[in-house]
């Protein structure tokens, strides 16, 4: 299989998030704000991998623009979670360059659903 740099991106993404979600609802006992980023974080590549199994071509803009929202969303988590204090600033700007990546990666891919109509 041929590799597909969203996927993998996306892919290792999750895991990070994965990880993070374990430290904060172990080490640091949060439940909530973990939840979400672990929710909206490893959605971008569930909503990815569904795109590349699109039935036609507005359903895998759909899909991406998904994962683009996801990912926007997954960003302003991990912004309050570094603003409030869980997660130091090292681990927070590698998150978040990590994450800034798929945002423009997503971007690129969704721009002609989001600037011209689909037939």
Not at 15 to 27: D, F, P, V
Not at 84 to 96: L, N, Q
Request: charged share 30%; glycine share 2%; proline share 3%.
């Amino acid at each position: 299989m041929e590799n597909n740099v969203i996927l993998d991106k996306s892919k290792a993404f999750a895991l990070r998030i994965i990880k993070l979600y374990k430290y904060l609802s172990e080490n640091k006992k949060e439940y909530i704000l973990s939840k979400q980023i672990l929710r909206s974080g490893t959605s971008i590549g569930a909503n990815a991998k569904e795109a590349a199994n699109a039935q036609s071509k507005p359903d895998f803009y759909a899909k991406m623009y998904i994962a683009y929202k996801e990912a926007n969303e997954t960003e302003y988590w991990l912004e309050l979670l570094h603003e409030s204090g869980y997660i130091e600033t090292k681990a927070f700007e590698s998150m978040y360059s990590d994450c800034k990546e798929l945002i423009k990666i997503l971007a690129s891919i969704t721009k002609p659903a989001r600037t011209k109509p689909l037939s």
